[in-house]
């Protein structure tokens, strides 16, 4: 029985960035013997244990084979037999098909250092189209390391784009799918991976009402391509938003707040999105061309907007708003968003207003919404 430290672990070793999960990979063993040792089982459609001290996972090494559709669809083996080389075949890219045995020598079967050296997305095998899943994965690696000059191989986009054109990227439930986009959008160039789903076509089966964005723009007629789309100007606030938040409903709001309502709802639904980024997405749409062109004269339709954005209960929403708001603005080479200290100014203002001293007069219910409403336009005055 040996135990060899795979995976990201060995990449971002060997890569000099902190490991902050380390897995490990067990040859030789079966699961009565891990147990025997003080190893507890946790996985369910495979064994994965936790080791008895450091808590750190150990798999038994195995194989996989493809029998239906998706991410699920596969028999596994995790015999005794199934070799360390066996184990990292079926992993989805060479820099993560590595191992570093207890004496820290790399075991390297398909030359996943020469890719990390050279800075190249590789698929380990052609058996890496049988999980859809991969192409999503394969673009969260581009866009992590797109500033360290990595790039997807030729031979693995083409494959990309044939898993997508056979169907097989139809068959992911939405919620793992969410799950691969909460994780890109908490990374770095979140950008770049949109711009990796759209060039092997995933953007235009996972999320149609994005890529419709790009064949769109409200400032040139049906068919001239001079001017950016509607989706390369929201692909370059996301850049630009990506720089100031790593909150993924910030993110997501800014690429697809630019849809309408109907359309923004058929995405979320698509997508099965979290409460919180439909409703920040939701606002964008709504309100965000209204803040934009808003006459900061009217204090009544300033305080209208603040109710309208929740802002008197909930003021972070309103500060994440106009964050997307701002980077759509800096995305255009504006010199800033001036509408972003306004409207914060005007919080505070509004939110300093108490119903307290109305309550202890003796008011209620409709007249301490009337009277709160004629205060807070008062002070918006001064």
Not at 118 to 139: K, M, N, Q, T
Not at 328 to 348: E, F, M, R
Request: net charge negative.
């Amino acid at each position: 029985m040996k135990s060899y430290l795979v995976g990201g672990a060995v990449r971002d070793q060997l890569l000099g960035l902190p490991v902050s999960d380390r897995d490990y990979v067990v040859v030789g063993a079966t699961p009565t013997e891990l147990k025997a040792l003080g190893y507890r089982q946790v996985g369910a459609e495979f064994p994965v244990f936790l080791h008895p001290h450091s808590g750190e996972e150990y798999a038994l090494a195995r194989t996989e084979r493809k029998q239906g559709h998706g991410y699920h669809g596969f028999s596994v083996d995790f015999s005794p037999e199934v070799t360390l080389e066996e184990d990292l075949l079926r992993r989805d890219l060479t820099i993560n098909a590595m191992a570093e045995d207890e004496h820290g020598h790399i075991v390297d079967p398909f030359h996943g250092r020469d890719d990390l050296q050279a800075g190249i997305l590789r698929h380990v095998s052609p058996a890496f189209r049988e999980d859809p899943l991969r192409i999503l994965r394969v673009a969260r690696f581009a866009a992590r390391f797109c500033d360290r000059g990595f790039h997807i191989a030729a031979e693995t986009m083409a494959l990309l784009q044939q898993m997508v054109a056979s169907g097989e990227i139809d068959h992911l439930v939405a919620e793992r799918v969410c799950q691969e986009w909460d994780k890109a959008f908490r990374d770095a160039n979140p950008d770049q991976f949109i711009v990796v789903l759209r060039k092997c076509g995933a953007l235009n089966a996972l999320a149609p009402e994005l890529e419709e964005l790009f064949q769109q723009s409200p400032d040139q007629p049906p068919g001239d391509a001079t001017l950016p789309s509607t989706g390369d100007r929201a692909l370059a606030a996301l850049r630009q938003v990506g720089t100031q938040t790593r909150q993924p409903s910030i993110r997501f709001a800014t690429l697809s707040g630019a849809l309408r309502e109907d359309k923004l709802g058929d995405l979320c639904e698509r997508l099965s999105v979290p409460g919180r980024w439909r409703e920040l997405a939701l606002l964008v749409s709504q309100y965000k061309a209204r803040c934009d062109s808003l006459d900061w004269t009217n204090k009544q339709e300033l305080l209208k907007l603040l109710e309208a954005l929740d802002g008197l209960r909930r003021p972070q929403r309103v500060e994440d708003f106009l964050l997307v708001c701002e980077a759509h603005a800096l995305a255009q080479q504006a010199t800033g968003y001036p509408p972003k200290q306004l409207l914060l100014s005007a919080l505070d203002i509004v939110r300093s207003v108490s119903a307290k001293p109305l309550v202890e007069q003796g008011l209620s219910g409709i007249e301490i919404k009337n009277e709160l409403n004629r205060l807070r336009l008062e002070a918006l005055s001064r």
